[in-house]
């Protein structure tokens, strides 16, 4: 008989964190699962942790070339089994219960409800999204909780509030096979959820159901990657965010901030004044409130632009 949950995890080494990472699914109250280990192509031996879990609900799948978490994730969803799908990191661990809570949620809630999620907590950062020892923070911040009321298409393109173990989905949430962007090395999570919401609701339980830490190696600190994965989400979403020009201009413009951190100012330039270009009071505002300095030339031109744009 099929398992009722698939959990997917991806791993790439971190084989010293991810015996715990194992366990904390195994041992969930909630016994009706798959744990699928997708090894992508790990220079450290993972296969030897996987065996030595002996549990039978644990299937290893080790990829021939590593392709990123994205690819993993993919290839696990391809061997899947369960009726609802749940993702696991190598390096986080999911508090007891978790599965339960979920499972009970998800049941009791509309058909067209097709994900929970609730929040982890984060140690190594704290809410100002400040790195290193001694900072934890619970993420995402409870208090703005998602509503099933709300427009969550705006919402998740604003900024994601899904993380992957956070969440339990059932199977058909989304369409097609492929459920993750290889080119999204970072902001993976955002990139998905901008894009889930588009073909399901989405409930938010502000419950703490995982303990995550962020590593020195941890790609949340990659800016380079974490940029090129903003950069798909506003490739891939790009029709729909025209119909939300002031969401449309704040990405930008964040992307722009990450230009100018990794020096390329003329491409900052351009991505502020198409920011203003979409929607002039959310482009001249956030350029004043965070301030993103691309220059006198640059002020000048995005408030002649705001008033050809009015």
């Not at 031996?45 to 021939?64: E, K």
């Not at 999204?184 to 938010?204: C, G, M, P, V």
């Not at 230009?259 to 991505?271: E, S, Y």
């Amino acid at each position: 008989m099929a398992p009722t949950v698939s959990v997917i995890l991806p791993a790439y080494n971190r084989a010293e964190s991810l015996w715990a990472a194992c366990e904390s699914v195994l041992n969930q109250s909630y016994r009706d699962i798959e744990l699928i280990v997708v090894d992508d192509a790990s220079h450290e031996d993972l296969q030897t942790v996987i065996t030595a879990l002996n549990d039978d609900r644990v299937h290893y799948i080790r990829r021939s070339a590593n392709g990123g978490a994205a690819q993993a994730r993919n290839t696990g969803l391809a061997a899947a089994r369960g009726q609802f799908i749940a993702f696991q990191d190598s390096d986080d661990l999911w508090l007891p219960g978790k599965l339960a809570r979920q499972m009970e949620l998800l049941e009791s809630l509309p058909a067209e409800v097709g994900v929970v999620t609730g929040s982890k907590i984060l140690y190594g950062r704290d809410g100002a999204h400040n790195y290193g020892p001694g900072k934890v923070v619970c993420a995402p911040d409870p208090a703005l909780a998602m509503r099933l009321d709300e427009d969550q298409v705006r919402r998740l393109l604003r900024g994601n509030r899904i993380s992957l173990q956070n969440a339990l989905f059932r199977r058909d949430c989304m369409p097609g096979a492929d459920w993750f962007d290889p080119c999204a090395k970072a902001n993976n999570d955002w990139e998905f959820s901008s894009r889930l919401a588009q073909h399901t609701k989405i409930h938010e339980d502000i419950e703490p159901v995982v303990v995550a830490f962020i590593s020195g190696d941890s790609i949340s600190r990659n800016f380079r990657k974490k940029s090129l994965g903003l950069i798909r989400i506003l490739k891939k979403n790009r029709k729909i965010l025209e119909t939300y020009p002031d969401v449309y201009a704040r990405n930008l413009l964040l992307l722009a901030q990450m230009m100018l951190r990794l020096g390329k100012k003329r491409l900052a330039f351009r991505l502020a004044i198409e920011a203003t270009r979409q929607h002039p009071m959310t482009g001249l505002r956030t350029l004043s409130s965070k301030g993103l300095r691309i220059g006198r030339r640059a002020g000048r031109l995005l408030r002649s632009s705001k008033v050809s744009d009015t």
